[in-house]
């Protein structure tokens, strides 16, 4: 089978001919038709998340894929479509970028229907996270939300979400001709510092890019309202002065996947059935397996217009 193997902290992934596994003893072997590419991927695979697996490994915390082969006593049944997240996958094991993986049976769930794989593959953490950020900054009709990276998975759902909700959003992007959203209430504007020039004050924002502005962005929020903070892909770090985000009185909220777990499995039923009908919308960008390096470079560089994913 094709699969992406890191081998070393120093060297970039590669894509390999490896042995088909076999299934672990009470796992099930599922065939990958579609796996995420996400910053958490990229963390893992740059050996920058807290937690390093072994090496040689092979990443991938998102799937979507047909089950092959099911332990004796398994009421899973061959052929039964399903998604792959969870478990330790592409974080402490070898996880779905690759053709066919072992995987425990709590990390399977039936594939939501109405869905093709790639954005089946996809749709659960930018979705979810998307969803609880909006709720853990309790967003509520009327507010005006800030949403930063927009262009992107988390940022596009949000605004999306936060507009249906009745909220007046400002959908902060690097590319505003490209990101056009045709919804009520949604103002586009141009990411960093002249967007912030033209935002007026906000009850919440949704953060979804982190960086050395987040500090700044949080003078937009009035006094006690909050900020959710998703990632970091504009940089890992933001020098606070304390004394003002005191006074501010502005909640900083971490929005972490893992802590949320159980409201996210929660959540992505109805989520899904708004991406099948036509309610919310994910764009999708697909990579053969062979371009992985071209994948992990446009979620690096945050030109994926929604959710990166490849085809084995």
């Known amino acids: 089978m094709r699969a992406v193997v890191v081998s070393s902290w120093?060297?970039?992934?590669?894509v390999q001919e490896l042995a088909d596994p076999?299934?672990?003893?009470?796992?099930?072997?599922?065939?990958?038709?579609?796996?995420?590419?996400?910053?958490?991927?990229?963390d893992v695979a740059a050996g920058a998340f807290p937690v390093l697996p072994q090496l040689p490994f092979t990443p991938g915390v998102e799937a979507a894929g047909v089950v092959e082969q099911v332990p004796a006593d398994s009421d899973v049944l061959p052929g039964t479509a399903v998604l792959v997240r969870g478990a330790g996958l592409?974080?402490?094991?070898?996880?779905?970028?690759?053709?066919?993986?072992?995987?425990?049976?709590?990390?399977?769930?039936?594939?939501?229907?109405?869905?093709d794989f790639p954005l089946a593959a996809g749709f659960f953490v930018p979705t979810t996270t998307a969803a609880i950020a909006l709720r853990e900054a309790a967003a509520r009709p009327g507010m005006?939300?800030?949403?930063?990276?927009?262009r992107g998975a988390v940022g596009s759902i949000a605004v999306q979400?936060?507009?249906?909700?009745?909220?007046?959003?400002?959908?902060?992007t690097r590319s505003p001709v490209d990101f056009r959203p045709l919804l009520d209430g949604v103002r586009v504007v141009q990411s960093g510092r002249e967007a912030e020039q033209g935002v007026t004050e906000v009850d919440c924002i949704i953060d979804t890019i982190g960086g050395p502005e987040l500090a700044a962005r949080l003078n937009l929020v009035r006094p006690g309202g909050s900020c959710a903070v998703v990632g970091y892909s504009a940089g890992a770090e933001s020098l606070l002065n304390l004394p003002a985000w005191l006074v501010a009185n502005v909640r900083l909220i971490p929005i972490n996947g893992i802590a949320h777990d159980a409201l996210a499995r929660e959540l992505a039923p109805g989520l899904a059935a708004d991406?099948?009908?036509?309610?919310?919308?994910?764009?999708?960008?697909?990579?053969?397996?062979?371009?992985?390096?071209?994948?992990?470079?446009?979620?690096?560089?945050?030109?994926?217009?929604?959710?990166?994913?490849?085809?084995?």
């Open 10 to 14: 120093q060297q970039p992934p590669t």
């Open 22 to 42: 076999q299934a672990l003893p009470g796992e099930v072997l599922v065939r990958i038709q579609a796996a995420a590419v996400g910053h958490l991927d990229l």
């Open 90 to 115: 592409g974080v402490v094991r070898n996880g779905s970028w690759a053709q066919l993986v072992s995987a425990p049976i709590e990390a399977l769930e039936p594939m939501p229907a109405g869905l």
């Open 144 to 150: 005006r939300v800030l949403v930063t990276g927009a």
């Open 161 to 172: 979400l936060a507009a249906r909700l009745g909220c007046e959003v400002f959908a902060a």
């Open 275 to 312: 991406l099948a009908n036509g309610t919310l919308h994910l764009p999708v960008q697909v990579f053969d397996l062979a371009h992985i390096a071209d994948a992990m470079a446009a979620v690096r560089l945050g030109t994926v217009g929604g959710r990166a994913v490849i085809v084995p």
